[in-house]
């Protein structure tokens, strides 16, 4: 900022003026008003021994000045002087001031509080039942800078609802309407700092972390709030402790060291620190004189900007420091503002016209700052210079600034001034602000503020790094959070060799895919396991893996599911391929036969083979065949239910009609000849088309009733697949598919076990040796599907069916029909009514022609 080299130029150039002249600061605390505002500041700083051993109520005597003090009271003054000289925030009525050290003491500030609340024109305060109407020495109280005072003097006031406005308060317990009703603060909570430090935490990956609060009501509160942030946000606290201050006892105090050593010795990189400036100094004392691993400091407001702090010897061995200060407006004017003033304090004539005026609150309090008339301008510049130059005081000012300007605006709304005058009236007393001030919103340097229920302002935090360009560091703006973090990584320096930010994690992240299986108490020390096929990570903190829902699926190490694909048996399988190949083999086969016997229906050879029954039998096989259609593609509904039925009801055609040539056969074999010819005739003509049918509608029925107990459905199958989702025809039940295959079976035994044992004639065509090879494949085809069917994935089963469909048929055709078109078209002359029929031409016209007792030992089949 310009105006930091503009002061310290006019400051070296002041030394001239008068080196060794005593300042006269303290006489300029205190200015007459209309309505005069009462001030706490930390100008002073007591002795510890001092105040340890304290037995009796008498004064304490501050010995150091604190520069920092001595500019939140020019910030007050300044801009007290602006209200005054405006015409329009307070036309017509002048503010005045009556501050006060602090000596960052609770019983060194108690004194001034109590004179605060003293009648007017009066050093007494009087004891009132109701003090709606005492009339107090100051209109509000400005200050104090810490939580630690401002939890006593915030009870104290709230019992006489005067408004206290601090710069630096921010304990979140003073958001408490109950306990604070009077409270307010320029700076926001600790809340709103603690979690943009947990933020940063967790934009680093730090979930490994010591924390560290100092022995007092602001540091073990910002401590217990942290630690209920960091665990909400899976960030560990390894250890945990309170600093003493520098006067408790060698014994507590090695508490703090061992957690030092601990973290020393640990993974731990980074420690949180929300302390006073006082338990800080002492922490990194130790530190340094006993050479610590250098760390990552994360500090709170309190101490951040502290000179104790910054200026320690060999504070910048101890690692990175960096932490959030709330952001405030500019104020260039301060520095100009501060020049002018130290150089009055500095002229003797200024100082002898202070003194005529007498300070009877001295009197009563003692002397307000004696420590500040005890130093000159030599001694003062060059720790002025220094805060100024580091930029640390900043926020600070503003909140200062502000803190008084928010009491001018609650009064200007309290008198209803327009922007011309103010109403003269009864003077305001300080219970009658709060109205005004509850929810107020303001305008300070373009910078809009507003009170929330709580008198807490919502301001942006700038993230300081100290970086240190001598001994002494300054700080450097490396990223801001309003609700959210923003960083600028390339301004960061840290103290590691390559400058990276250190890595403090108790285990190493986990790959994608893999889970945290926690191992101790905390939950940051895991090992890391795999989520197996089916499952997922879903978060990167997760301890189980997530199941994918039933229609997805994910392989191992997987960090997310994908929908399953629908899985059937296409038409562009390799097994459908060859099945269909196999189709198109055998129903070439079966029309060519077919034709064959079509073309010599005439012939004695169709005519001992059933003659219309056997081409009925071969077109039956047809569509045995061309059934198989039915298994391939999506299945639906209607092709589930028809394909069993439209596989075995021609099937039971083609073998009911093998079962008529069976019979015939076992009858002219082995039955008497006045039996046998009366059976021959009902198993010919109309009697053998009235069995096909009857065989054929029983088959129906078998297989309505199967359809209507044990229907087949199109099933969605999630388990069978890893990554697919079957869709199949369910079968019900084996009952099912055994009702469809009774009749089939019954007719092919029958036929069997009426052609086993038949004997053949010499010189005539066996057709009994056919019929019995013919069930046989047929029985060997079915006896084989069963096993395959139930061993074979879901997803072929219907490839099982076709396949056993296909070669039932050929088994059939190949055995029974085939060699009779070899005898059609290569041994014609065989094909003679004596040698098919068995006794001339007797029954070339008859439906199942009669061969006689057919036994053609050694002939063609």
Request: proline share 5%.
């Amino acid at each position: 900022m310009p105006g930091l080299a503009v002061l310290g130029l006019s400051l070296m150039a002041l030394l001239g003026l008068g080196t060794g002249a005593l300042l006269c600061l303290s006489r300029q605390f205190r200015m007459q008003g209309d309505y005069v505002l009462g001030g706490l500041f930390p100008l002073g700083l007591a002795e510890e021994t001092q105040l340890h051993h304290r037995t009796q109520p008498d004064s304490s005597t501050c010995s150091r000045l604190s520069t920092v003090g001595l500019f939140l009271v020019m910030a007050l003054k300044m801009a007290v002087e602006e209200i005054n000289n405006s015409s329009t925030l307070l036309p017509g009525l002048q503010l005045g001031y009556d501050l006060f050290d602090t000596c960052s003491e609770p019983v060194v500030t108690m004194k001034p509080s109590l004179m605060f609340l003293a009648k007017v024109d009066s050093r007494n305060i009087a004891a009132y039942c109701n003090y709606t109407q005492y009339q107090p020495r100051v209109l509000a109280v400005i200050g104090p800078h810490s939580s630690e005072l401002a939890l006593i003097t915030g009870k104290f006031f709230g019992f006489f609802l005067m408004p206290q406005v601090s710069y630096g308060a921010s304990m979140d317990r003073l958001s408490n309407r109950e306990t604070f009703p009077s409270f307010f603060r320029t700076v926001p909570s600790d809340r709103v700092q603690l979690e943009a430090m947990v933020t940063l935490l967790q934009y680093f990956g730090w979930n490994w972390v010591a924390a560290l609060g100092s022995d007092d009501e602001y540091g073990r509160e910002g401590l217990s709030t942290f630690s209920n942030l960091a665990h909400a946000r899976n960030i560990c606290v390894a250890h945990e402790s309170l600093v003493l201050l520098p006067q408790a006892d060698s014994l507590r105090l090695g508490k703090v060291q061992d957690v030092l050593q601990q973290v020393n010795q640990s993974q731990v990189q980074v420690v949180v620190v929300f302390a006073s400036a006082r338990a800080v100094h002492s922490l990194f004392q130790y530190s340094i004189s006993h050479s610590l691993t250098p760390k990552v400091w994360v500090g709170s407001e309190a101490w951040l900007t502290s000179d104790l702090v910054m200026t320690l010897p060999g504070i910048h061995q101890v690692g990175t420091i960096l932490g959030f200060v709330q952001r405030g407006a500019l104020l260039p004017e301060f520095f100009h503002y501060v020049k002018t003033h130290l150089a009055l304090a500095a002229d003797p004539a200024f100082c002898a016209s202070l003194a005529a005026e007498r300070d009877l609150e001295e009197d009563v309090v003692g002397p307000r700052c004696p420590q500040c008339d005890q130093i000159t301008l030599q001694n003062l510049s060059a720790g002025l210079v220094q805060n100024l130059s580091a930029g640390q005081l900043h926020h600070q000012i503003f909140a200062t600034y502000a803190a008084v300007y928010t009491v001018a605006q609650a009064l200007h709304h309290t008198l209803q001034c327009s922007p011309c005058s103010c109403p003269t009236q009864e003077p305001v007393r300080p219970w009658q602000l709060l109205d005004s001030m509850y929810n107020m919103s303001f305008s300070i340097r373009g910078l809009e503020l507003q009170f929330d229920d709580t008198g807490n302002v919502d301001m942006e935090y700038d993230l300081k790094m100290w970086v240190w360009q001598s001994l002494t560091p300054k700080l450097h703006t490396v990223g801001t959070f309003n609700g959210s973090l923003q960083l600028q990584l390339t301004h960061m320096r840290w103290h590691t060799p390559t400058n990276q930010a250190p890595v403090s994690q108790c285990s190493q992240e986990c790959r994608e895919g893999q889970v945290r299986r926690v191992k101790g108490f905390h939950s940051c020390c895991y090992d890391c396991v795999d989520c197996k096929a089916g499952s997922y990570r879903q978060n990167p903190d997760d301890l189980t893996c997530t199941q994918c829902d039933q229609d997805q699926w994910s392989p191992e190490r997987s960090t997310r599911c994908f929908p399953r694909r629908p899985r059937f048996l296409e038409w562009g399988d390799p097994a459908v391929l060859l099945l269909l190949l196999l189709l198109g083999l055998v129903l070439g086969l079966v029309l060519a036969a077919l034709g064959l016997f079509i073309h010599h229906r005439d012939s004695p050879l169709v005519q001992a083979s059933g003659g219309p029954l056997a081409c009925f039998g071969l077109a039956c096989l047809g569509l045995v065949c061309l059934s198989v259609l039915l298994f391939p593609g999506w299945p639906g509904s209607t092709s589930c239910l028809a394909q069993q039925p439209v596989a075995h009801l021609p099937l039971t055609g083609c073998l009911s009609t093998l079962f008529l040539q069976a019979a015939e056969t076992f009858v002219e074999s082995e039955l008497p000849l006045a039996w046998g010819a009366w059976l021959r005739g009902r198993l010919q003509g109309p009697w053998a088309w009235l069995l096909v049918l009857l065989l054929t509608l029983v088959e129906g029925a078998l297989c309505g009733w199967s359809l209507t107990v044990f229907p087949s459905q199109v099933v969605m199958d999630w388990r069978v697949l890893p990554r697919e989702v079957l869709v199949h025809c369910h079968m019900h039940s084996w009952v099912g598919l055994g009702l469809v295959h009774v009749t089939n079976a019954t007719l092919a035994f029958l036929c069997f076990l009426g052609t086993f044992l038949v004997q053949s004639q010499p010189g005539h065509y066996n057709r009994a040796r056919g019929l019995t090879f013919a069930m046989l494949a047929y029985f060997v085809t079915w006896v084989s599907f069963v096993p395959l069917l139930t061993n074979v994935q879901v997803l072929y089963q219907p490839a099982v069916q076709m396949g056993a469909i296909l070669l039932c048929a050929l088994g059939i055709l190949a055995i029974f029909h085939l060699p009779k078109c070899y005898l059609l078209l290569w041994w014609p002359e065989l094909n003679t009514p004596k040698f098919f029929l068995g006794q001339g031409a007797r029954d070339t016209t008859g439906g199942v022609g009669s061969a006689g007792r057919d036994r053609a030992q050694g002939g063609p089949e």
